[in-house]
């Protein structure tokens, strides 16, 4: 079953705005209330010094990646090297202490972390049976969590240079989240007494958005307790922090302070809490050189939240066209970790041009295209297949080799292709030659679709679209596709999956709208953005087939 993150941790509380203002008011985190404490040991690896992280060879090393939910995906560890060619430097990835779900073994860990190391990843490992403990029956205790860490010592043994433990996710509930301090301080030393010099990884309370400023006030006691200093706070911004003044001003304290800080986990799409500011947050993490964590690569309940659809790079969802290639993105401002040599800030050498593509395999909706391949003076990460159309380009797919199949095209459409080589470091080759493919005719269909704007409301309305099969046999495995007009965007939808390029959308089933009976019909719905002008879309496909409009 695909997990959703908990949204009981979204609940649109007092504002941040309001408890942090008053958090400065007391004294709370500002740098005359505090005094840096200089720590007593170092460890090997990354490592704290004046608030930064830092690598073992003293290099600022700042995170850019995402969050990976392998407890209950152990098979997708392709998704490591799917983030690595999109430019991620940093994967989060999801681990059970056994007291909530299936326990990750050591050999299990010992797996994910070469595999990390073999993508040339930094590692952050995290327990999530914790979420939500005082609130959330189910959740596990920080204590609990750190004898999970204790037991994998000799996993975690040597790879100081490579791994961060982040002992619990979002460890503390709303209820009474001043009694989160304690029990941090007491795993945090269990850690340290134990032996483990890694660096170490604190979630917030409030289901990691500190919406109360307990963190925030405590920060200065809980760094202070850990006797290497090599501790990083982690806060999650979701729907409480959907005002640039709020993530700012949050972000800027432990700043001013010294106090180390990260976003590890964040997200964009608007819900029925709010709508958080993944702009302003992004900008600020990149103006401030904080690292950034986004949740999560795929295999969401609900979907909104997935980077990548069906855990496919070259499925990116408008969630994950934003955070890799979008403005403060992944694959513009991450470098590499130079623990794995030679591609940190140093490395400026683009790959080389990548051949001229061509086609095969060529259908209404779909063509293969395959290219040269590029080389480079590290290693090339991945290519970037753009559709060009005068002076404009669309990212439509990714590959991590020189093959791959382009979907989602119109029916006897002719298209301009080109390809562009990236390297881990960001930097992108020159654009290759062009490639003209020309679909081919749609197949006959024996469809309807219905659509309707249920609401609307300035910049969002709910649109709701009725598919129904006009032919004598069951549709099974369908995909709809559409265009808007007027620049809107699909946010959240249900029902179906839905990608987006442009105005172009793509819509394939839910498990229970997969089938079409024959003379039946399903039903998707979806919330979505818009300026202005709403106008409905005038053409729809099925499977690459015309449908006819009700």
């Known amino acids: 079953m695909r997990r959703a993150r908990s949204t009981t941790r979204k609940r649109f509380l007092p504002t941040l705005a309001t408890l942090l203002g008053l958090a400065v008011v007391l004294g709370f985190l500002t740098p005359a209330a505090v005094q840096a404490a200089e720590p007593r040991t170092l ?124 002992i619990g996710n979002e460890p503390w509930g709303n209820t009474n989240p001043e009694g989160w301090t304690a029990p941090t301080i007491a795993a945090v030393q269990k850690l340290r007494n134990a032996g483990l010099e890694h660096t170490i990884m604190v979630d917030a309370p409030n289901w990691g958005q500190d919406w109360q400023g307990v963190m925030r006030a405590n920060a200065r006691t809980v760094y202070n307790a850990d006797p290497t200093g090599n501790l990083i706070f982690s806060i999650h911004m979701y729907s409480v922090f959907d005002t640039a003044q709020e993530i700012t001003d949050y972000l800027t304290a432990f700043v001013d302070a010294k106090l180390p800080l990260l976003i590890g986990e964040f997200g964009g799409p608007a819900d029925q809490w709010g709508d958080p500011d993944e702009d302003t947050m992004m900008a600020e993490a990149e103006r401030l050189r904080l690292g950034y964590l986004a949740w999560s690569w795929s295999g969401n309940t609900d979907p909104i939240l997935d980077l990548a659809l069906d855990f496919d790079p070259s499925r990116l969802s408008s969630w994950g066209e934003r955070v890799f290639h979008g403005a403060d993105g992944i694959a513009r401002t991450a470098e590499e970790a130079t623990v794995f040599g030679g591609t940190g800030p140093g490395d400026t050498q683009a790959p080389t041009i990548p051949g001229t593509p061509s086609a095969s395999a060529v259908t209404a909706t779909s063509a293969t295209l395959t290219w040269a391949a590029s080389t480079d003076n590290v290693g090339v990460a991945g290519y970037d297949v753009v559709r060009v159309s005068g002076g404009t380009e669309t990212r439509v797919a990714a590959s991590t080799t020189n093959s791959v199949t382009v979907t989602g095209l119109t029916a006897g459409t002719a298209y301009t292709f080109a390809v562009y080589a990236r390297d881990a470091a960001g930097n992108r080759s020159a654009r290759s030659a062009t490639a003209a493919v020309t679909t081919g005719t749609a197949p006959a269909a024996h469809c309807s679709v219905g659509y309707r704007v249920v609401g609307e409301w300035p910049g969002g309305f709910q649109a709701e679209i009725v598919l129904r099969n006009t032919g004598t046999a069951a549709v099974t495995g369908w995909t709809l596709a559409f265009a808007f007009a007027n620049g809107q965007t699909v946010t959240t939808m249900w029902g179906g999956t839905s990608s987006q390029s442009g105005g172009t959308v793509t819509v394939t089933p839910a498990s229970y709208t997969s089938t079409i009976p024959a003379a039946g019909s399903v039903t998707v719905g979806f919330i979505g953005s818009k300026g202005s002008t709403n106008t409905a879309p005038s053409a729809f496909t099925l499977n690459g087939a015309a449908c006819t409009t009700t």
């Open 43 to 166: 460890a090997t690896g990354l490592h704290i010094s004046n608030g930064r992280l830092l690598e073992g060879n003293g290099n600022d090393f700042i995170m850019r990646g995402v969050n990976h939910a392998h407890t209950w995906y152990p098979n997708e560890t392709q998704s490591l090297a799917d983030v690595k060619a999109l430019g991620a430097n940093t994967v989060r990835v999801v681990l059970s202490d056994g007291h909530r779900w299936t326990k990750n073994s050591p050999d299990d860990v010992a797996d994910v972390i070469h595999q990390c190391k073999a993508n040339r990843l930094i590692c952050v490992l995290e327990v999530h049976d914790t979420t939500g403990y005082a609130e959330e029956a189910a959740a596990g205790t920080l204590d609990h969590a750190a004898d999970y860490w204790i037991g994998l010592k000799d996993v975690l043994a040597g790879e100081e240079n490579y791994v961060i433990v982040n």
